[in-house]
Structures are given as structure tokens and as C-alpha cells.
């Protein structure tokens, strides 16, 4: 019987391995934060209930783009898909994140000095739910990222060694 655990696969799989996990993570995110906007904007649910998007939810909705383009470059190891991926999450994921924190500081500032909150997720301050969902899309993110690099590490790697030969 072949092992296949992840420390006896070669380092390129074990890494596209990693890299789709976290891809899968992020795209519950993603539709966990697209079901919340359209329930929202819809007016399906009171706005007691589900608060209009922030406005940092608009662009972060583009960052399934670098997902998908890192899911693009595994079959053929493709860099150049890689590098953009890599690219992509700065600008469709992290950026959008990062103005996320700034926007919705006011309002956690006022809920942690005051105790008021004024846009609700089911009865939990949104602002609150929120941070938490920006938390976990930080890491997830974070992650990718890594992996990705050293996925790209090992591919120019073997690449230079094919050029050797």
C-alpha cells in the first residue's frame, strides 16, 4: 500500500495540498459574506436582523479572482498564474481587508466605549461579527500567501534545475 500522507508526498504537492484548503476556507467565507450582502441589499430580513453591507464588502467580493487563478496554475505548475494570484490577493483581498479594520473602527470603538451598537447580524453587533470574519480572512490570507511563495520557490527551483540538465 502507497503512503500518502501529506510528509510522503513530494514538496510541490504537499504545498498545492495546503494552498487548496485555504482556498476552500476562503470560498466559505466568500459565500457566507455574499449570502449576508444579498439577504441585505434584497431586504429579505429586516434590517434588525441583517445590517446593510459595509463598504469594504464591495471590493472584497473580487477576491475569489486570486483563488481562482492560484487553483489555475496547480494542474501545469504554471508560474506566471501563480505570481498573479499572489499579486491579486494584495490588491482583492488584503487592501480591501485593511480598509475593512479602518472602517469599521469607529463603530467598535463606540460598542467597546459605550456598549452601543447600531447595525445588527441576528441579534450580535455586526461590527463585532464582522471583525471577527476580517480576523479569519487576515489568516486565511496570510496563509495563502506563504504557501504560495514557497510554492513558487520550489517551482523556479525545479525549473533551474531542468535548465541545468
Do not use: C
Amino acid at each position: 500500500m502507497k503512503d500518502t500522507s501529506p510528509s510522503a508526498l513530494p514538496h510541490s504537492v504537499t504545498l498545492k495540498y495546503e494552498i487548496k484548503k485555504l482556498i476552500y476556507v476562503h470560498l466559505v467565507l466568500w459565500l457566507l459574506l455574499v449570502a449576508k450582502m444579498s439577504v441585505g441589499h434584497l431586504r429579505l430580513l429586516s434590517h434588525d436582523q441583517v445590517a446593510m453591507p459595509y463598504q469594504w464588502e464591495y471590493p472584497y467580493l473580487l477576491s475569489i479572482v486570486p483563488s481562482l487563478l492560484g487553483l489555475l496554475s496547480f494542474p501545469r505548475n504554471n508560474i506566471s498564474y501563480l505570481v498573479l494570484s499572489m499579486i491579486s490577493m494584495g490588491l482583492f483581498s488584503i487592501a480591501p481587508l485593511i480598509y475593512g479594520s479602518m472602517e469599521m473602527f469607529p463603530a467598535a470603538q463606540q460598542l467597546y466605549r459605550h456598549g452601543k451598537a447600531y447595525r445588527f447580524l441576528f441579534g450580535f453587533s455586526a461590527v463585532s461579527v464582522m471583525y471577527l470574519v476580517l480576523v479569519l480572512a487576515v489568516q486565511v490570507h496570510a496563509w495563502q500567501l506563504y504557501y504560495s511563495k514557497k510554492l513558487l520557490d520550489s517551482w523556479f527551483t525545479s525549473t533551474q534545475e531542468k535548465k541545468r540538465k
